[in-house]
């Protein structure tokens, strides 16, 4: 096999989760950020986004741009996928990992952008089972955070009896992958703590103000439960994205944010 030239952590806590620090080099992550920053972002829910390839629509907004009845009033911004090719392609050669092989019908059609300032984040919840593919891969720009991942022991957004919490601290130019367990038994979120510590040293690394800006780049495949490319379905209620930015701090966040 060939030997890598990443740090691969596989967790043992979670299965399924692999972190890769310094999966990006400066160049290409300036690259990621400079190709981002030429395009326009779609500010209807709380943070902005963009949709590289195939969009999705949201399900859990009363908003006309969200779920558009016709062509027409879809009016959220389409971006090619083309210049984020050689991001999924750099994913796919990760020797031993087997991430999107088009062999297993899992080549990623979307590559969807997140913009986290100050102290925004997003609510703990699963990725839709049935709008998105088996392999998630998410790569950090820009600043660090910690990603919460919480088991629930039932499966669902809503669930407040939490078996086990585990905080991943994401750098900038890094790569997580969630597929197995981490996929489907454990959701993730990012909450509002405004200080950010090295999780070795306790050192003070970044305190989230209005200079704080992340950015995170979602690759996967979107599933026909999510499509409206040519048809437009009435929403699915069952389905919850969280996508309303509300977080719930644990008490020592809570501190963390005075």
Known sequence: MKESPYEINKSEEIPGLVYIPNFLSAEEHDKLVDLIDSNPFCHIIGRRQQFYGETYYHTTHNDPRLQPKSKEDDTVHKLSMDPMDWLVKKIQDLPGLNLFNPDEDELPTQCLVNEYVDKFGISSHFDDPLAFGSTIASVSLGEPIYFTMKKPKIRTNACLDIEKEIKVFLEPRSLLILQGDSRYKWRHGITKARLIRDPITQELVRRRDDTYRRLSITIRKLLDGRKRSTIFAEP?????????????????????NL
């Not at 699915?236 to 509300?246: Q, R």
């Open 236 to 256: 699915d209620e069952k389905t919850d994205d969280n996508d309303n930015g509300v977080v719930e701090d644990t008490l020592d966040e809570k501190k963390e």
